[in-house]
């Protein structure tokens, strides 16, 4: 996400990095790039408006203009414009019901599950899950399914109309901190949806009205929230949705000014823990390439991720292996390398080295073709040895010594970093060899 408007905004810093002094000249044409890169992001019109003039207002400050550092500068009042564009830091969910709300094909249903999920798992929840959607063939059974797979528990019925279905609910609700209702959706806002999303609010007085929103719908999303705040008049949050395949991201950035709702959490892929908090500041230091090590933590902590430093002495196949597996829980190289501050400029070379979601899969394949020994003492890899382990992962021989090239060049880079002399660059110049 964000992906193209992170680029024109590496760009367009890069472009002021050796000028010496801010001037009024340097911050109108930046400011005029800036503009046509939140446009070309499909940032709404009012928003880019207002980001462009709150900029330039700050940015035109007397003590401002004499600084020596306008790349610096720039970074820092944009980095700042972002926050405030994106909103405040709200990831406490009252006790109590929640309703879902959306168009149908929106992820509505994933999107209860992988909530009911983060908020049992990562909050300490007792948390319950109630399906509202008769309307939709197999909704209820999508929602069972998901629940029995992920330990969440569900609230079975034989009731077959969603009122029905909300007032039994309601009675076993008492028992679980918070009880998620997934409601019905429809190809578009109408009365009979509206009216039925009425008579249940009505019903379960929900402590929070999740809307949950398409990502790669643009701008479109947003007249879609629009309707449903004015039509339900008590939403308390937006999740977005497949926001990893939307590399542009001008919804999201749009979403607070427009629909003046907050969005909670962010949703991506199809399993259940893809879903996150929502975090302001992180999510505009990822625009601007700074990285976001406090995410990278927690999710360290939260898959378990051992990170245990083996000395670059003992360093073999078995533990690069235990590497590549335990960088795999991160969601691959890149889902890592997002976290890490500078690795924005690099996203093209990382293309370019071919790594995909199999890598990984590939590179364990051929450890795992090893035997004890070689695996321990990578050393005694001669060509023979590297055509049978070729022959036995079913992979060509090219492939074995990329590997071991890549082993090797890692085994040097911890060494260095055992010495202070580490360079983060070095990580994508290993994995292009």
């Given at each position: 996400m964000f992906e193209i408007l992170s680029k024109k905004l590496l760009g367009i810093f890069d472009g002021i990095r050796n000028r010496g002094i801010l001037t009024t000249e340097i911050i109108d044409k930046t400011i005029r790039e800036i503009r046509v890169s939140l446009l070309e992001a499909d940032v709404a019109l009012s928003v880019v408006k207002s980001f462009t003039s709150n900029l330039k207002e700050k940015l035109n400050g007397e003590e401002i203009i004499k600084s020596t550092s306008p790349e610096q500068t720039i970074n820092k009042y944009v980095y700042d414009e972002m926050v405030n564009l994106l909103g405040v830091n709200n990831i406490t969910v009252k006790n109590g019901a929640i309703l879902m709300c959306g168009l149908q094909g929106s992820g509505k249903t994933t999107t209860s599950a992988k909530l009911a999920n983060i908020l049992q798992k990562k909050h300490n929840k007792g948390v319950l899950l109630v399906s509202l959607d008769t309307t939709r063939p197999a909704a209820i059974d999508q929602l069972r399914k998901l629940a029995k797979n992920n330990s969440l528990e569900f609230f079975e019925n034989s009731e077959n109309s969603p009122i029905s279905i909300a007032k039994q609910a309601v009675k076993v609700s008492k028992n679980f901190d918070i009880t998620v209702f997934d409601t019905a959706g429809r190809m578009y806002v109408d009365d009979n949806l509206m009216n039925e999303l009425a008579e249940l609010k009505n019903i379960i007085t929900p402590r929070e009205i999740f809307l949950?929103?398409?990502?790669?719908?643009?701008?479109?999303?947003?007249?879609?929230?629009?309707?449903?705040?004015?039509?339900?008049?008590?939403?308390?949050?937006?999740?977005?949705?497949?926001?990893?395949?939307?590399?542009?991201?001008?919804?999201?950035?749009?979403?607070?000014?427009?629909?003046?709702?907050?969005?909670?959490?962010?949703?991506?892929?199809?399993?259940?823990?893809?879903?996150e908090d929502f975090y302001p500041e992180r999510i505009a230091s990822r625009i601007m390439d700074n990285g976001d090590i406090i995410s990278l933590v927690e999710k360290v902590m939260e898959e378990n991720v051992s990170t245990e430093i083996v000395k670059s002495k003992e360093f073999n196949m078995n533990d690069m292996e235990k590497h590549l597996k335990q960088l795999e829980k991160l969601g691959g190289i890149g889902g890592f390398l997002k976290f890490i501050p500078g690795m924005g400029r690099m996203k093209d070379m990382l293309k370019e080295s071919a790594i995909d979601n199999d890598f990984i899969k590939n590179q364990v394949a051929i450890i795992r073709s090893m035997t004890k020994r070689e695996r321990t003492t990578p050393r005694i890899l001669n060509a023979s040895r590297r055509r049978r382990i070729a022959a036995g992962c079913g992979k060509p021989v090219s492939e074995v010594n990329k590997l071991i090239k890549q082993f090797e060049g890692l085994k040097n880079m911890m060494s260095k970093m055992e010495k202070g002399n580490g360079n983060p660059r070095s990580i994508m110049n290993i994995l292009g060899k």
């Open positions: 949950v929103i398409d990502s790669m719908m643009g701008q479109d999303a947003l007249k879609t929230a629009i309707s449903f705040n004015e039509a339900i008049n008590g939403l308390s949050g937006l999740i977005m949705t497949r926001i990893d395949g939307d590399n542009r991201g001008g919804a999201c950035l749009s979403a607070k000014s427009v629909t003046n709702c907050q969005i909670r959490y962010l949703g991506m892929g199809e399993k259940i823990d893809d879903i």
